[in-house]
């Protein structure tokens, strides 16, 4: 089954504090695993991305675990600041382009 | 560098009617891929062109169809409208259709009424 599952569906942390986001997926023929940051009115941005053969990546505040056999993955936002408001989405990709993703997370970060 | 435009921004129809979204890809960019983002459904694939040609494609009715021009211009079509076609319709570019970096536009807003 092509089903990326992501939990929570929002999510409320304090300034400076660290918002995570999980991520669960069945086919095993994945192998990229993008973040993606939408703000309101606007598309999905590419945040950071993963390959099954790393277990964990880290670009500045934001960072991805990946484990393998449980088939899960997750994000990390460390200190977290207001501007990180915003929709998060995981998603999956197989063969080609088609990216299957996740139902969203929606982060708000009190200042 | 601009940025992947989608065209019109936002788009009122009424049941039955068709609608064509526009969409030009980064420069230099040859493959588009089209979603629908709704909030019940979250995002979904609808298909992807590369070269003029479909490479794949999403579960969506044969209702909607899309195209690829010679300059990577791709549109898509949405042929006699239903009230659950309302959704936002994005557009993402990339180099190829083997390079993973998705670009997203800001979308085409459509209401069917």
């Known amino acids: 089954q092509q089903q990326v599952k992501q939990s929570p569906q929002s999510l409320i942390v304090q300034k400076g504090g660290i918002s995570i986001i999980n991520c669960a997926y069945e086919n095993t023929a994945f192998d990229y695993f993008p973040w993606y940051q939408q703000f309101p009115g606007k598309g999905p941005a590419l945040l950071i991305a993963?390959?099954?053969?790393?277990s964990e990546k880290k670009e500045g505040r934001f960072t991805i675990s990946f484990n393998k056999s449980a088939k899960q993955f997750s994000l990390h936002i460390m200190d977290s600041q207001p501007g990180d408001s915003a929709t998060y989405f995981c998603?999956?990709?197989?063969?080609?382009?088609?990216?299957?993703f996740g139902g969203g997370t929606r982060v708000l970060v009190k200042p | 560098k601009a940025g992947v435009t989608q065209t019109p921004r936002y788009l009122i129809k009424t049941r039955g009617q068709q609608v064509t979204l526009s969409c030009s890809p980064i420069?230099?960019?040859?493959?588009v891929s089209w979603y629908q983002q709704t909030p019940g459904q979250g995002l979904q694939f609808l298909f992807e062109y590369f070269s003029e040609t479909q490479r794949n494609k999403g579960n969506f009715p044969g209702r909607f169809s899309g195209r690829q021009f010679s300059n990577s211009r791709s549109e898509m079509n949405v042929s006699t409208l239903e009230l659950g076609d309302s959704a936002l319709y994005l557009c993402?570019?990339?180099?190829?259709?083997?390079?993973?970096?998705?670009?997203f536009g800001s979308g085409t807003q459509l209401s069917v009424l």
């Open positions: 993963i390959r099954p053969d790393v």
């Open positions: 993402a570019s990339s180099l190829d259709s083997t390079n993973e970096k998705l670009f």
């Open positions: 998603a999956a990709k197989a063969a080609g382009n088609k990216l299957t």
């Open positions: 420069s230099g960019h040859r493959s």
